[in-house]
């Protein structure tokens, strides 16, 4: 087999995690039947994590490196990872060593067997359980899937991400966002270890309302702002709807029941008001998808361009 399987890894502060890592991705790749090359980005360590990288990659020469002066998060450490990798298939694993390399072959299998993106689904104890089973429940739900865990490790062919758009934390929604492109998914049981050096980057109860509001965002990219006029349009047509019923009703009030009453006349302009409010929100919201498809057009013919100049 020719494939090379690129294995990207973001590290924030993991310094007695990367000798150990790059010790047991050796021991895969001596016994792999595929080509792998490890890609460490180090986002902005405040530790001696890069130092770790550039001795591994003086020791491993499959492995490649890069570095980010500040840390910019997992989604813009993969990003890096992407234009630094040379494969025709990226891994996203993490660096805590709470998966190990050896479990990669079976997550890149399926890959070969046809599917596009394959995700890992954790297999263990882990702490906060409770939280990520209900946040897959809701997920699996909303984006009509059938995934276990969005959270994980994962697989996927290097096009999957090309025509991508990925903000600040959207890694976790690669799998819904790859399924509305039309991909094939699968799902792979994987194993999960305890920590055993460092902490975990991802404490904290403010990450659950974060979650929430960043699934509600790429639902809303996926579906509402597909044909944003229609949505808010609808709404806008009801408001003004209600408002026209409830002006009608203040009317015959007022004349044939000589009885008038003055906030009846403030709903109707807010009723209406809103109505408009919403038919304009639906123009802008439809020229930005407008320009956000002439922008992927672009990209799609520069990236061809460049294909096509280096071959």
Known sequence: MNNLISVVIPAYNEEGNIPELCRLFDEMVQKAEHNYELV????????????????????????????????????????????????????????DLQFLPEDIPALVQPLFEGADVV????????????????????????????????????AFKADVVKDMFLRKDWHRYLVPLAADLGHRIAEVKIPLYDRHWGKSKFSGLLRIPIGVLDMIAVKAQLSLLKKPLLFFGALGSISFGLGILVGLIAIYLRFVQ??????MLYLVILLMGLGLG??????????????????????????????????
């Open 278 to 311: 919403l038919f304009i929100l639906g123009f802008l919201a439809e020229a930005m998808a407008s320009m956000k498809e002439e922008l992927g057009g672009i990209r799609k013919k520069i990236d061809k361009i460049d294909g096509i100049s280096k071959k």
């Open 258 to 263: 000589g009885e008038g009453f003055r906030p």
């Open 119 to 154: 995700a890992g689904w954790k297999q263990g104890k882990y702490k906060k359980r409770f939280v990520s089973t209900i946040y897959n429940y809701i997920s699996r739900k909303i984006f009509r899937l059938n995934v276990h865990d969005l959270n994980s490790a994962k």
């Open 40 to 95: 460490l980005i180090d986002d902005g360590s405040t530790d001696s994590t890069l130092e770790k990288i550039r001795e591994a990659a003086a020791q491993y020469d499959y492995i490649k490196f890069a570095r980010h002066h500040v840390n910019m998060g997992l989604t813009e450490g993969l990003k890096t990872g992407f234009e630094v990798a040379a494969g025709d298939m990226y891994v996203f694993y993490p660096a």
